[in-house]
T-cell receptor, first 113, second 114 residues
Framework: QQQVKQSPQSLIVQKGGISIINCAYE??????FPWYQQFPGKGPALLIA?????SEKKEGRFTISFNKSAKQFSLHIMDSQPGDSATYFC????????????FGKGTMLLVSP | NAGVTQTPKFQVLKTGQSMTLQCAQD?????MSWYRQDPGMGLRLIHY???????DQGEVPNGYNVSRSTTEDFPLRLLSAAPSQTSVYFC?????????????FGPGTRLLVL
C-alpha cells in the first residue's frame, strides 16, 4: 500500500518556467510534510517542509501548497533554473512515534537552458 | 563537522555473502536510520534507532540486522546477501527523532549482489 503518491515521475521545464510536483497521502495521521532534493550521486537533502496548520509555505523560489481536506500537497519551483535539475521526493511523517518518513517515489526534474 | 558518513561507497557481493555497511555521524544525534532506494520506489525505511542500545524495525527490515552500541555509529548488517538487496543504501540522522527536525542523509552506499 503506497501511502504517499507522487506525480509526475519526470518533468521537463524550460529555464524560467514553473515546476509543479504533486503528492497525495492516505494516512490522516500524517502531520508533517517535508520535501527532499537529491542530486545524482548524493544523498537527499531537506528542501522545505510544512505542517497542516498552514496552507502555504514559501522559501525563496520554492513554495509548498497544502490542501488538508483533499489530502494533497504540492511543490512549486518558480523561475526554474538548470541548477534545480534533480530528483524531488515528497515525504510524510505521522503524529505519533518518531520521525520515520514515508516517501513518495520521486520526480526527476530537468530544467532545460 | 563531517556530518553523516558512509562506507564503503560501492560494494559488489556474491549471493550468500555477508557484509556490514558503516554509518557514522559527528553531530551528537540520537536518532539514526537506514533507508534503501530502488529505482521508481523512493526511499523505504529499513531500521531506525532512537539512541544507543535502542533499535526498531521500519518498513522493509527482513534480511537486515542493526545494533547501536554508540551514539555515533549505526552499522547495517546483511547476514546472507540476496540479489533483491541490490540497492542504494542511505543512512540518516536527526537530533532527537522529532518530526519537525531535519534529517541529514549520508552520501549512500551502492550495493550490487550477484
Amino acid at each position: 500500500q503506497q501511502q504517499v503518491k507522487q506525480s509526475p515521475q519526470s518533468l521537463i521545464v524550460q529555464k524560467g518556467g514553473i515546476s509543479i510536483i504533486n503528492c497525495a497521502y492516505e494516512n490522516t495521521a500524517f502531520d508533517y510534510f517535508p520535501w527532499y532534493q537529491q542530486f545524482p550521486g548524493k544523498g537527499p537533502a531537506l528542501l522545505i517542509a510544512i505542517r497542516p496548520d498552514v496552507s502555504e509555505k514559501k522559501e525563496g523560489r520554492f513554495t509548498i501548497s497544502f490542501n488538508k481536506s483533499a489530502k494533497q500537497f504540492s511543490l512549486h519551483i518558480m523561475d526554474s533554473q538548470p541548477g534545480d535539475s534533480a530528483t524531488y521526493f515528497c515525504a510524510a511523517s505521522a503524529n505519533s512515534g518518531y520521525s520515520t518518513l514515508t516517501f513518495g517515489k520521486g520526480t526527476m526534474l530537468l530544467v532545460s537552458p | 563537522n563531517a556530518g553523516v558518513t558512509q562506507t564503503p561507497k560501492f560494494q559488489v557481493l556474491k549471493t550468500g555473502q555477508s557484509m556490514t555497511l558503516q554509518c557514522a555521524q559527528d553531530m551528537n544525534h540520537e536518532y539514526m536510520s537506514w533507508y534503501r532506494q530502488d529505482p521508481g520506489m523512493g526511499l523505504r525505511l529499513i531500521h531506525y534507532s532512537v539512541g544507543a542500545g535502542i533499535t526498531d524495525q521500519g518498513e522493509v527490515p527482513n534480511g537486515y540486522n542493526v545494533s547501536r552500541s554508540t551514539t555515533e555509529d549505526f552499522p547495517l548488517r546483511l547476514l546472507s546477501a540476496a540479489p533483491s538487496q541490490t540497492s542504494v543504501y542511505f543512512c540518516a540522522s536527526s537530533l532527537q527523532g522529532l518530526r519537525q527536525e531535519t534529517q541529514y542523509f549520508g552520501p549512500g552506499t551502492r550495493l550490487l549482489v550477484l
